[in-house]
């Protein structure tokens, strides 16, 4: 089994489990962003966006960069692909528990 950092695990997960945040990323996905950009589709302050894209950067999953005045985001795939590992090992796991079971409902009806 790989070993992960914990708390950077811990920090993705909370990262994604808003919709905002979520919202944010799947944005991101497709281009570089500025902030008012990816403020833009929310009902929410400006300051509230910053907190959401805080949450982000300090998961690790976006990075700014100030132009002037504009501050520009932009994905960082990265520890959302070891989050993705993490959960594959358990997909592996569950998967493997359930042709147990599967085998064994065969056997007795």
Not at 41 to 52: E, G, N, V, Y
Request: charged share 30%.
């Amino acid at each position: 089994m790989v070993k992960y950092k914990s708390r950077q695990l811990d920090e993705v997960f909370s990262a994604i489990s808003d919709p905002t945040r979520r919202a944010i990323l799947e944005k991101l996905a497709a281009k570089e962003c500025t902030v008012s950009e990816l403020a833009e589709p929310f009902d929410m302050s400006l300051p509230a966006i910053t907190k959401h894209l805080n949450i982000l950067e300090h998961a690790g999953l976006l990075k700014r960069k100030k132009d002037g005045r504009i501050r520009h985001c932009r994905l960082i795939a990265r520890p959302m692909k070891d989050a993705i590992a993490w959960m594959e090992e358990y997909r592996i796991f569950w998967e493997g528990q359930l042709d147990s079971l599967q085998m064994f409902l065969k056997k007795n009806p």
